[in-house]
């Protein structure tokens, strides 16, 4: 895998180019062998093991840096999103997301993360997911393509995953109500309006 680094910006395009030792810790998603850290200064050819593994950087989400995947390993790690931990799932996410904002990456990247929550149980992968489509929705305001982003969203993984768990957390029973609770309340609000419109 070739590594290289640069300035990230989201606002600033124009930004001066500035350089870092940046600490990067990585390994395969599966755990399959301990993670590796070295400190990235100039470009560098890592070997990261058997073609076709997951492997991720940032792993664990303790640096505080950007990753952007080619188009393989980040297909790769989109398949391979369930078998993540919860803070390399909200990882994963929060960097695609941050390089959509940045113009680094496609909008339709995003969704392609999205689509993989089906059976996400962690309240900060739903947090962070919801709160990317709560984005897109605002930026639809007044679009002809609202509607459809907002059928999207009441059908994909994360929301309509997160829907579905706010209606079973109003039936009464064991543990009833806690996914309510864990949801943010602009998500919560983000979601009745989606299903009431």
Known sequence: MALRQDRFTVHDPDASPQ??????????ISGARPARSFVLDEPFELRTGPCGEAVKLNLGDVGYYRVQYDTATQALLARSLGAMSPADRVNLIS??????EAGRAVPASI???????ANEDSRAVWTRSCASSRVIDHLEQDRPG???FQA?????????LCADRLAASRKRGPG???LARAIDPHTRRFWRRIHSE
């Open 176 to 178: 009833s109500g806690r």
């Open 146 to 148: 609202r509607a459809a």
């Open 95 to 100: 960097d695609n997301w941050a390089l959509v």
């Open 152 to 160: 999207y969203a009441a059908l994909a993984a994360a929301a309509g």
């Open 111 to 117: 969704f392609e993360l999205i689509d993989q929550l």
């Open 19 to 28: 350089h870092w030792n940046v600490p990067i810790v990585f390994g395969p």
